[in-house]
Nanobody, 120 residues
Framework: VQLQASGGGLAQAGGSLRLSCAAS????????MAWFRQSPGKDREFVAA????????YYHDSVKGRFTISRSNANKMVYLQMNSLKPEDTAVYYC??????????????WGQGTQVTVSS
């Protein structure tokens, strides 16, 4: 499965962005999907994950209530709606596909990353 992330950009604190991730094959629908992020000098950090049916979502505490992960298996897409953005959300965001988990090791497939920059 190839994943293509998009939708990053520059936002002001308190603003919103919506990230998208397009999958190349229908096998996408069998994978849990997740978003991770990485800032310079830091490890890749779990942000959110969603099981293959889209029934069960998991979030890092720092984004709960602000970010929402969703998916469309019919369209082979996964999304991350980010509201009430904070400067500390600034990072490169990656979508990933694999088995449910909060560690990068759970995910075999990775998109190329999209930059999100939040100004104060």
């Amino acid at each position: 499965v190839q994943l293509q992330a998009s939708g990053g950009g520059l936002a002001q604190a308190g603003g919103s962005l919506r990230l998208s991730c397009a999958a190349s094959t229908q096998s996408f629908r069998t994978y849990a999907m997740a978003w991770f992020r990485q800032s310079p000098g830091k490890d890749r950090e779990f942000v959110a994950a969603l099981n293959w049916r889209g029934e069960r979502a998991y979030y890092h505490d720092s984004v709960k209530g602000r970010f929402t992960i969703s998916r469309s298996n019919a369209n082979k897409m996964v999304y991350l709606q980010m509201n009430s953005l904070k400067p500390e959300d600034t990072a490169v965001y990656y979508c990933a596909g694999g088995v449910p988990g909060t560690g990068p090791i759970s995910y075999d497939y990775w998109g190329q990353g999209t930059q999100v920059t939040v100004s104060s």
